[in-house]
Protein backbone atom coordinates (compact mmCIF):
# COMPACT_ATOMS: atom_id res chain seq x y z
CA UNK A 1 0.00 0.00 0.00
CA UNK A 2 1.58 3.27 -1.50
CA UNK A 3 0.37 6.59 -1.09
CA UNK A 4 1.23 8.74 -3.95
CA UNK A 5 3.48 11.84 -3.55
CA UNK A 6 1.25 15.06 -3.46
CA UNK A 7 2.94 16.01 -6.66
CA UNK A 8 1.23 13.06 -8.48
CA UNK A 9 -1.70 15.12 -9.55
CA UNK A 10 0.44 16.88 -12.14
CA UNK A 11 1.12 13.58 -13.35
CA UNK A 12 -2.14 12.23 -15.48
CA UNK A 13 -1.02 8.95 -16.17
CA UNK A 14 -0.75 8.23 -12.15
CA UNK A 15 -3.68 7.63 -9.93
CA UNK A 16 -4.88 11.30 -8.03
CA UNK A 17 -3.29 11.89 -4.07
CA UNK A 18 -6.71 11.10 -2.38
CA UNK A 19 -6.16 7.66 -4.23
CA UNK A 20 -6.53 5.06 -1.82
CA UNK A 21 -6.14 7.13 1.14
CA UNK A 22 -9.35 5.96 2.57
CA UNK A 23 -8.04 2.24 3.17
CA UNK A 24 -4.48 4.23 4.52
CA UNK A 25 -6.37 6.10 6.78
CA UNK A 26 -7.96 3.23 8.59
CA UNK A 27 -4.72 1.55 9.07
CA UNK A 28 -2.86 4.47 10.41
CA UNK A 29 -6.31 4.83 12.34
CA UNK A 30 -6.44 1.53 13.76
CA UNK A 31 -2.64 2.13 14.80
CA UNK A 32 -3.59 4.46 17.49
CA UNK A 33 -6.14 2.18 18.74
CA UNK A 34 -3.56 0.08 19.19
CA UNK A 35 -0.96 1.96 20.92
CA UNK A 36 -3.78 3.00 23.19
CA UNK A 37 -4.54 -0.13 24.00
CA UNK A 38 -1.08 -1.53 25.02
CA UNK A 39 -0.40 1.93 26.52
CA UNK A 40 -3.23 1.68 29.03
CA UNK A 41 -3.61 -1.95 30.03
CA UNK A 42 -0.03 -1.34 31.65
CA UNK A 43 0.17 2.83 32.56
CA UNK A 44 -2.34 3.44 34.88
CA UNK A 45 -1.09 0.93 37.22
CA UNK A 46 2.05 1.97 37.63
CA UNK A 47 1.25 4.41 40.43
CA UNK A 48 -0.54 1.51 42.51
CA UNK A 49 2.64 -0.83 41.96
CA UNK A 50 5.17 1.90 43.14
CA UNK A 51 3.29 2.55 46.27
CA UNK A 52 2.61 -1.39 46.95
CA UNK A 53 5.38 -3.19 45.97
CA UNK A 54 8.24 -0.33 46.18
CA UNK A 55 6.57 1.55 49.06
CA UNK A 56 7.30 4.48 47.98
CA UNK A 57 5.52 7.83 49.05
CA UNK A 58 3.20 10.14 47.09
CA UNK A 59 6.26 12.68 46.53
CA UNK A 60 8.49 9.54 45.19
CA UNK A 61 5.66 8.46 42.77
CA UNK A 62 4.97 12.06 41.22
CA UNK A 63 8.61 12.32 40.27
CA UNK A 64 8.65 8.95 38.86
CA UNK A 65 5.47 9.47 36.80
CA UNK A 66 6.92 13.16 35.87
CA UNK A 67 9.69 11.09 34.56
CA UNK A 68 7.62 8.86 32.50
CA UNK A 69 5.68 12.13 30.89
CA UNK A 70 8.81 13.99 30.29
CA UNK A 71 10.35 11.52 28.47
CA UNK A 72 7.05 11.39 26.18
CA UNK A 73 5.39 14.67 25.81
CA UNK A 74 9.06 16.54 26.38
CA UNK A 75 10.94 14.68 23.97
CA UNK A 76 7.93 14.98 20.81
CA UNK A 77 10.43 17.19 19.03
CA UNK A 78 13.33 14.86 19.19
CA UNK A 79 10.81 11.82 17.67
CA UNK A 80 9.72 14.53 14.92
CA UNK A 81 13.35 15.86 13.78
CA UNK A 82 14.10 11.90 13.75
CA UNK A 83 10.76 11.22 11.76
CA UNK A 84 11.49 13.77 9.35
CA UNK A 85 15.48 12.60 8.94
CA UNK A 86 14.70 9.09 8.23
CA UNK A 87 11.05 8.92 7.27
CA UNK A 88 8.21 8.14 9.64
CA UNK A 89 7.31 4.56 9.04
CA UNK A 90 11.24 3.74 10.55
CA UNK A 91 11.03 5.93 13.87
CA UNK A 92 7.20 4.58 14.62
CA UNK A 93 8.17 0.74 14.27
CA UNK A 94 11.55 1.78 16.38
CA UNK A 95 9.08 3.49 18.62
CA UNK A 96 7.29 0.32 18.95
CA UNK A 97 10.60 -1.53 19.72
CA UNK A 98 11.79 0.97 22.89
CA UNK A 99 8.10 0.46 24.14
CA UNK A 100 8.05 -3.07 24.78
CA UNK A 101 11.78 -2.74 26.02
CA UNK A 102 10.85 -0.11 28.55
CA UNK A 103 7.55 -2.77 29.07
CA UNK A 104 9.96 -5.37 29.70
CA UNK A 105 12.01 -3.79 32.13
CA UNK A 106 8.74 -3.20 34.07
CA UNK A 107 8.04 -6.55 34.43
CA UNK A 108 11.55 -7.33 34.92
CA UNK A 109 12.31 -4.90 37.81
CA UNK A 110 9.71 -7.18 39.68
CA UNK A 111 11.01 -11.08 39.00
CA UNK A 112 13.29 -10.78 42.07
CA UNK A 113 12.25 -11.26 45.65
CA UNK A 114 13.42 -7.33 46.07
CA UNK A 115 12.04 -5.66 43.42
CA UNK A 116 14.47 -3.03 41.34
CA UNK A 117 13.37 0.22 41.77
CA UNK A 118 16.16 1.71 39.15
CA UNK A 119 15.37 -0.41 36.77
CA UNK A 120 11.29 0.08 37.19
CA UNK A 121 12.04 4.18 36.97
CA UNK A 122 14.38 3.42 33.65
CA UNK A 123 11.07 1.05 32.21
CA UNK A 124 8.83 3.93 32.89
CA UNK A 125 11.42 6.69 31.16
CA UNK A 126 11.70 3.88 28.24
CA UNK A 127 7.73 3.63 27.48
CA UNK A 128 7.85 7.36 27.40
CA UNK A 129 10.13 7.98 25.25
CA UNK A 130 8.79 5.11 22.83
CA UNK A 131 5.88 6.86 22.50
CA UNK A 132 7.67 10.23 21.94
CA UNK A 133 9.14 8.08 18.91
CA UNK A 134 6.28 6.74 17.23
CA UNK A 135 3.37 9.72 18.13
CA UNK A 136 4.79 11.86 15.73
CA UNK A 137 5.85 9.89 12.82
CA UNK A 138 2.05 8.61 13.00
CA UNK A 139 0.87 12.24 13.47
CA UNK A 140 2.69 12.69 10.04
CA UNK A 141 1.84 10.30 7.92
CA UNK A 142 -1.72 10.94 8.97
CA UNK A 143 -1.43 14.86 8.05
CA UNK A 144 0.18 13.94 4.42
CA UNK A 145 -2.95 11.15 4.15
CA UNK A 146 -4.77 14.24 5.14
CA UNK A 147 -3.46 17.04 2.38
CA UNK A 148 -3.75 14.16 -0.10
CA UNK A 149 -7.28 13.91 0.50
CA UNK A 150 -7.64 17.32 0.91
CA UNK A 151 -5.63 18.11 -2.91
CA UNK A 152 -8.30 15.69 -3.85
CA UNK A 153 -11.11 17.45 -3.35
CA UNK A 154 -12.28 15.33 0.12
CA UNK A 155 -14.48 17.69 2.30
CA UNK A 156 -14.83 15.06 5.15
CA UNK A 157 -14.28 15.24 8.84
CA UNK A 158 -10.30 15.28 9.77
CA UNK A 159 -8.54 12.44 10.09
CA UNK A 160 -7.12 14.02 13.03
CA UNK A 161 -10.69 14.17 14.49
CA UNK A 162 -10.76 10.45 13.80
CA UNK A 163 -7.30 10.10 15.65
CA UNK A 164 -9.11 10.90 18.92
CA UNK A 165 -12.05 8.79 18.37
CA UNK A 166 -9.96 5.80 17.95
CA UNK A 167 -7.60 6.37 20.74
CA UNK A 168 -10.09 7.12 23.12
CA UNK A 169 -11.66 3.21 21.96
CA UNK A 170 -8.21 1.83 23.34
CA UNK A 171 -8.17 4.77 26.00
CA UNK A 172 -11.11 2.65 27.35
CA UNK A 173 -10.77 -0.79 26.16
CA UNK A 174 -6.74 -1.14 27.35
CA UNK A 175 -7.37 -0.42 31.24
CA UNK A 176 -9.98 -3.14 31.05
CA UNK A 177 -7.57 -5.85 29.68
CA UNK A 178 -4.83 -4.51 31.77
CA UNK A 179 -7.16 -5.09 34.94
CA UNK A 180 -8.16 -8.60 33.97
CA UNK A 181 -4.60 -9.46 34.06
CA UNK A 182 -3.85 -8.18 37.09
CA UNK A 183 -4.96 -10.72 39.12
CA UNK A 184 -1.83 -12.84 37.94
CA UNK A 185 0.64 -9.93 39.25
CA UNK A 186 2.02 -6.14 37.50
CA UNK A 187 5.09 -7.77 36.12
CA UNK A 188 2.22 -10.04 33.98
CA UNK A 189 0.75 -6.95 32.85
CA UNK A 190 3.52 -5.56 31.47
CA UNK A 191 4.94 -8.63 30.10
CA UNK A 192 1.98 -8.90 28.25
CA UNK A 193 2.23 -5.29 27.44
CA UNK A 194 5.77 -6.11 25.84
CA UNK A 195 4.91 -8.74 23.80
CA UNK A 196 1.77 -6.78 22.79
CA UNK A 197 3.83 -3.96 21.05
CA UNK A 198 6.28 -6.75 19.62
CA UNK A 199 2.79 -7.85 18.22
CA UNK A 200 1.85 -4.72 16.87
CA UNK A 201 5.09 -3.63 15.19
CA UNK A 202 5.45 -7.03 12.88
CA UNK A 203 2.08 -6.03 12.32
CA UNK A 204 3.31 -3.04 11.27
CA UNK A 205 5.97 -3.70 9.27
CA UNK A 206 3.79 -5.45 7.37
CA UNK A 207 0.73 -3.45 7.18
CA UNK A 208 2.08 0.58 7.51
CA UNK A 209 1.80 2.50 3.93
CA UNK A 210 5.25 3.67 2.87
CA UNK A 211 4.02 7.55 2.22
CA UNK A 212 6.04 9.70 0.12
CA UNK A 213 6.55 12.70 2.69
CA UNK A 214 8.82 15.52 2.41
CA UNK A 215 12.20 14.12 3.85
CA UNK A 216 15.09 16.87 5.48
CA UNK A 217 18.89 16.24 4.72
CA UNK A 218 19.64 18.60 7.43
CA UNK A 219 20.48 16.93 10.76
CA UNK A 220 17.59 17.07 13.66
CA UNK A 221 19.07 19.80 15.32
CA UNK A 222 19.26 22.00 11.74
CA UNK A 223 15.84 21.28 11.77
CA UNK A 224 15.01 22.26 14.76
CA UNK A 225 16.31 25.16 14.73
CA UNK A 226 14.32 25.70 11.47
CA UNK A 227 10.82 25.12 13.02
CA UNK A 228 11.93 27.74 15.76
CA UNK A 229 12.69 30.56 13.94
CA UNK A 230 9.18 30.11 12.30
CA UNK A 231 8.25 33.07 14.75
CA UNK A 232 4.14 32.67 13.67
CA UNK A 233 4.38 28.82 14.51
CA UNK A 234 6.05 29.23 17.38
CA UNK A 235 3.86 31.87 18.67
CA UNK A 236 0.96 29.50 17.74
CA UNK A 237 2.39 26.53 19.24
CA UNK A 238 3.02 28.52 22.70
CA UNK A 239 -0.41 29.59 23.15
CA UNK A 240 -2.11 26.37 21.91
CA UNK A 241 -0.33 24.87 24.65
CA UNK A 242 -2.99 26.47 27.05
CA UNK A 243 -5.64 23.65 25.81
CA UNK A 244 -3.22 20.88 26.83
CA UNK A 245 -2.52 22.38 30.34
CA UNK A 246 -6.54 23.06 30.50
CA UNK A 247 -7.20 19.15 29.49
CA UNK A 248 -4.52 17.98 31.76
CA UNK A 249 -6.60 19.32 35.17
CA UNK A 250 -8.52 15.97 34.67
CA UNK A 251 -5.41 14.75 36.38
CA UNK A 252 -4.66 17.63 39.18
CA UNK A 253 -6.95 20.06 40.00
CA UNK A 254 -10.34 18.91 38.89
CA UNK A 255 -9.93 15.36 41.47
CA UNK A 256 -8.47 17.52 44.21
CA UNK A 257 -11.69 19.78 43.50
CA UNK A 258 -13.78 16.64 44.06
CA UNK A 259 -12.40 15.38 47.02
CA UNK A 260 -13.05 18.95 48.28
CA UNK A 261 -16.49 18.65 47.13
CA UNK A 262 -16.78 15.31 48.86
CA UNK A 263 -16.84 13.23 46.19
CA UNK A 264 -14.15 9.74 46.88
CA UNK A 265 -12.36 7.84 44.18
CA UNK A 266 -15.78 6.80 42.51
CA UNK A 267 -16.63 9.84 41.40
CA UNK A 268 -13.00 10.72 39.82
CA UNK A 269 -13.78 7.44 38.25
CA UNK A 270 -17.35 8.14 36.59
CA UNK A 271 -15.31 11.86 35.16
CA UNK A 272 -12.79 10.00 33.24
CA UNK A 273 -15.69 7.43 32.05
CA UNK A 274 -17.78 10.90 30.94
CA UNK A 275 -14.89 12.64 29.14
CA UNK A 276 -14.59 9.39 27.10
CA UNK A 277 -18.55 9.37 26.75
CA UNK A 278 -18.24 12.87 25.54
CA UNK A 279 -15.16 11.98 23.16
CA UNK A 280 -16.59 8.96 21.66
CA UNK A 281 -20.33 10.48 20.98
CA UNK A 282 -19.57 14.36 20.31
CA UNK A 283 -16.03 14.44 18.33
CA UNK A 284 -17.43 14.00 15.66
CA UNK A 285 -19.95 16.03 15.11
CA UNK A 286 -18.01 19.00 16.68
CA UNK A 287 -15.79 18.10 14.00
CA UNK A 288 -18.19 19.00 11.34
CA UNK A 289 -19.08 21.69 12.95
CA UNK A 290 -15.42 23.45 13.30
CA UNK A 291 -14.77 22.73 10.00
CA UNK A 292 -17.85 25.04 8.60
CA UNK A 293 -16.70 27.26 11.19
CA UNK A 294 -13.28 27.81 10.39
CA UNK A 295 -10.45 27.43 12.36
CA UNK A 296 -9.62 30.94 13.77
CA UNK A 297 -13.18 31.28 15.25
CA UNK A 298 -13.19 27.28 15.95
CA UNK A 299 -10.13 27.57 18.36
CA UNK A 300 -11.53 30.92 19.97
CA UNK A 301 -14.56 29.54 20.38
CA UNK A 302 -13.02 26.20 22.05
CA UNK A 303 -9.91 28.19 24.14
CA UNK A 304 -13.40 30.21 25.79
CA UNK A 305 -14.86 26.82 26.75
CA UNK A 306 -11.73 26.16 28.81
CA UNK A 307 -12.23 30.18 30.35
CA UNK A 308 -15.30 28.90 31.42
CA UNK A 309 -14.75 25.94 32.68
CA UNK A 310 -12.50 27.73 35.11
CA UNK A 311 -14.15 30.83 35.69
CA UNK A 312 -17.48 28.20 37.08
CA UNK A 313 -15.19 26.46 39.35
CA UNK A 314 -13.71 29.74 40.66
CA UNK A 315 -17.01 30.74 41.48
CA UNK A 316 -17.51 27.56 42.99
CA UNK A 317 -14.82 27.66 45.44
CA UNK A 318 -15.91 30.40 46.98
CA UNK A 319 -19.46 30.08 46.83
CA UNK A 320 -20.41 26.50 47.47
CA UNK A 321 -19.31 24.43 50.01
CA UNK A 322 -19.16 20.25 50.05
CA UNK A 323 -22.09 18.72 48.71
CA UNK A 324 -24.52 17.86 45.48
CA UNK A 325 -24.37 21.29 44.40
CA UNK A 326 -20.65 21.94 43.69
CA UNK A 327 -20.79 17.99 42.56
CA UNK A 328 -22.64 19.36 39.77
CA UNK A 329 -20.53 22.25 39.11
CA UNK A 330 -17.63 20.25 38.86
CA UNK A 331 -19.13 17.81 35.97
CA UNK A 332 -20.23 21.12 33.93
CA UNK A 333 -16.87 21.84 34.32
CA UNK A 334 -15.78 18.72 32.74
CA UNK A 335 -18.03 19.19 30.16
CA UNK A 336 -16.58 22.39 29.17
CA UNK A 337 -12.99 21.83 29.24
CA UNK A 338 -13.75 18.19 27.23
CA UNK A 339 -15.70 20.20 24.40
CA UNK A 340 -12.64 23.30 23.94
CA UNK A 341 -10.63 19.95 24.29
CA UNK A 342 -12.69 18.31 21.36
CA UNK A 343 -12.64 21.58 19.23
CA UNK A 344 -9.11 22.74 19.62
CA UNK A 345 -6.82 19.53 19.73
CA UNK A 346 -7.69 18.47 16.34
CA UNK A 347 -8.19 21.70 14.63
CA UNK A 348 -4.29 22.78 16.22
CA UNK A 349 -2.98 19.15 14.51
CA UNK A 350 -4.66 19.83 11.15
CA UNK A 351 -2.98 23.13 11.26
CA UNK A 352 0.21 21.99 11.65
CA UNK A 353 1.04 21.00 7.75
CA UNK A 354 -0.10 24.48 6.39
CA UNK A 355 2.73 25.76 8.76
CA UNK A 356 4.94 23.70 7.60
CA UNK A 357 3.77 24.85 3.74
CA UNK A 358 5.48 21.73 2.19
CA UNK A 359 8.51 21.34 4.46
CA UNK A 360 9.26 17.74 7.07
CA UNK A 361 6.22 18.55 9.45
CA UNK A 362 7.83 16.10 12.13
CA UNK A 363 9.93 18.79 13.90
CA UNK A 364 6.50 20.84 13.81
CA UNK A 365 4.28 18.31 15.13
CA UNK A 366 7.19 17.57 17.99
CA UNK A 367 7.32 21.19 19.06
CA UNK A 368 3.93 21.74 18.87
CA UNK A 369 3.23 18.87 21.98
CA UNK A 370 6.16 19.80 23.49
CA UNK A 371 5.11 23.18 24.18
CA UNK A 372 2.21 21.60 25.68
CA UNK A 373 4.08 19.39 27.79
CA UNK A 374 6.12 22.46 28.77
CA UNK A 375 3.00 24.09 29.80
CA UNK A 376 1.39 21.31 31.81
CA UNK A 377 5.02 20.92 33.72
CA UNK A 378 5.34 24.32 34.49
CA UNK A 379 1.53 25.39 34.72
CA UNK A 380 1.08 22.24 36.90
CA UNK A 381 3.76 23.68 39.08
CA UNK A 382 1.79 26.98 39.77
CA UNK A 383 -1.35 25.66 39.73
CA UNK A 384 -0.67 22.74 42.89
CA UNK A 385 1.22 25.61 44.57
CA UNK A 386 -2.13 27.83 44.40
CA UNK A 387 -4.21 25.45 45.41
CA UNK A 388 -1.87 24.00 47.80
CA UNK A 389 -2.27 27.89 49.19
CA UNK A 390 -5.63 27.80 49.04
CA UNK A 391 -6.44 25.31 51.51
CA UNK A 392 -3.85 26.32 53.93
CA UNK A 393 -6.04 26.86 57.61
CA UNK A 394 -4.82 30.69 56.99
CA UNK A 395 -5.06 31.36 54.01
CA UNK A 396 -7.52 34.59 53.11
CA UNK A 397 -11.11 34.43 51.67
CA UNK A 398 -10.18 34.84 48.31
CA UNK A 399 -7.33 32.44 48.22
CA UNK A 400 -9.23 29.51 46.99
CA UNK A 401 -10.21 32.06 43.73
CA UNK A 402 -6.77 31.57 42.56
CA UNK A 403 -5.55 28.25 41.24
CA UNK A 404 -8.97 28.62 38.92
CA UNK A 405 -8.40 32.46 38.11
CA UNK A 406 -4.31 31.46 36.52
CA UNK A 407 -5.75 28.63 34.94
CA UNK A 408 -8.14 30.94 32.51
CA UNK A 409 -6.21 33.57 32.24
CA UNK A 410 -4.02 31.37 29.70
CA UNK A 411 -6.63 29.83 27.68
CA UNK A 412 -8.32 33.27 27.09
CA UNK A 413 -4.71 34.47 26.03
CA UNK A 414 -5.17 32.22 23.71
CA UNK A 415 -8.70 33.05 22.50
CA UNK A 416 -7.54 36.29 22.08
CA UNK A 417 -4.15 35.97 20.33
CA UNK A 418 -4.50 32.79 18.32
CA UNK A 419 -6.63 33.97 15.53
CA UNK A 420 -4.61 37.20 14.66
CA UNK A 421 -1.37 34.53 14.58
CA UNK A 422 -3.30 32.49 12.00
CA UNK A 423 -4.18 36.06 9.86
CA UNK A 424 -0.65 36.98 10.22
CA UNK A 425 0.59 33.81 8.82
CA UNK A 426 -1.73 32.89 6.29
CA UNK A 427 -2.80 29.87 7.93
CA UNK A 428 -6.76 30.78 8.36
CA UNK A 429 -8.58 28.33 6.66
Known sequence: MIINNVQEKHNPGRPSPGHGAGSRASILLGTQTLFNVGFYAVVPFIAVVLTGDFGLGATAVGLVLGVRTFSQQGLFVVGGALADRFGPRGIILLGCAVRSVGFL???????????????????????????????????????????????????????????????????????????????????????????????????????????????????????????????????????????????????????????????????????????????????????????????????RLGYLAHVSAFLLLAVGAVASGPGSAALVLLAIAVTCIMLGHLVVNPTGLGLVPGFARGRATGVYFGLLATCGGIAVLLGNLVAGALIEAGLAAEAPPLAPLLPWLFLATLPLAAAVLVPRVLRASGVDR
Open 105 to 299: ALSAALWPTRPVVWLFVAGTALTGFGGALFSPGLNVLLGTVQRARDEAGHRGVSLFAWLAVTGEVGAVVGPLLGARLLGWGFATVAGAGAGFFVAVGVALAVLLPRVDVPRAAEGRHTLVWHALRDRHFTAFAALHAADLLSYNQLYLALPLAIASAGGGAGVVALMFAWASVLTLGLQLPVARWTARLGAPRAL
